[in-house]
């Protein structure tokens, strides 16, 4: 099994900065892709950021130069910068993994707790 922490939400003003991170934790082989989704209240789930192993990114278009995924493979950690916010980014947001486990011969998504994301004056 894989868990999944996230931390660093909070409250901030428009125009702020927050910073996200997420460990994933277990009895991990291999990760893929690990992303970033959000969910607004009575909105569906939506991708706002995705890395590879490799490093290779993607965004949602609404946080093209705005927001920042970086990971650090070794501490199976995923990293989201998030600047110059808005009140329409407030939502709760998820990490998300692509994970082989030990024992496994496939790759499951895994997906942590959730951390509040409010921007708001």
């Not at 990760?31 to 993607?58: D, F, H």
């Not at 486990?101 to 790759?107: E, F």
Request: charged share 15%.
């Amino acid at each position: 099994q894989v868990q999944l922490v996230e931390s660093g939400g909070g409250l901030v003003q428009p125009g702020g900065s927050l910073r996200l991170s997420c460990v994933a934790s277990g009895s991990i082989f291999s990760i893929r892709t690990m992303a970033w989704y959000r969910q607004a209240p009575g909105k569906e789930s939506e991708l706002v950021a995705g890395i590879t192993s490799g490093g290779s990114t993607n965004y949602r278009d609404s946080v093209k130069g705005r927001f920042t995924i970086s990971r650090d493979n070794a501490m199976n950690t995923v990293y989201l910068q998030m600047n110059s916010l808005k009140p329409e980014d407030t939502a709760v947001y998820y990490c998300n993994a692509d994970s082989l486990t030990y024992g496994s011969t496939r790759y499951n998504m895994y997906w942590g707790q959730g951390a509040q994301v409010t921007v708001s004056s």
